[in-house]
């Protein structure tokens, strides 16, 4: 049974850094990712990177948020800079593998302005 333990969530200022992480259970996941949702809005793309380190990211977070993996230990990170208050989201855990996905149980980023 695949598991994702996000961490790194909290509340933060605006213009301050956070940096999210999710170990994942078992191996070779195709694509790991992490997606957000806001209070009345639908879960949405932040970031996605594959097994060979290829990356996508959501247009809204470019230039201030790095996705980045650690296959050894199965871990995706997301370090988020200069936050916005339009950041603050439940950020959950993706990944992927075999075709199935597989979600954390999210983790709250407030940013305060």
């Known amino acids: 049974q695949v598991q994702l333990v996000e961490s790194g969530g909290g509340l933060v200022q605006a213009g301050e850094s956070l940096r999210l992480s999710c170990e994942a259970s078992?191996?070779?996941?195709?694509?790991m990712g992490w997606h957000r949702q806001a209070p009345g809005k639908q879960r949405e793309l932040v970031a996605r990177?594959?097994?060979?380190?290829?990356?996508i990211y959501a247009d809204s977070v470019k230039g201030r948020f790095t996705i980045s993996r650690d296959g050894a230990k199965n871990t995706v990170y997301l370090q988020m800079n200069s936050l916005k208050p339009e950041d603050t989201a439940v950020y959950y855990c993706?990944?992927?593998?075999?075709?199935?996905?597989?979600w954390g149980q999210g983790t709250q980023v407030t940013v305060s302005s």
């Open positions: 993706n990944a992927i593998r075999n075709w199935a996905g597989y």
């Open positions: 078992g191996s070779e996941f195709s694509s």
């Open positions: 990177i594959t097994s060979g380190g290829s990356t």
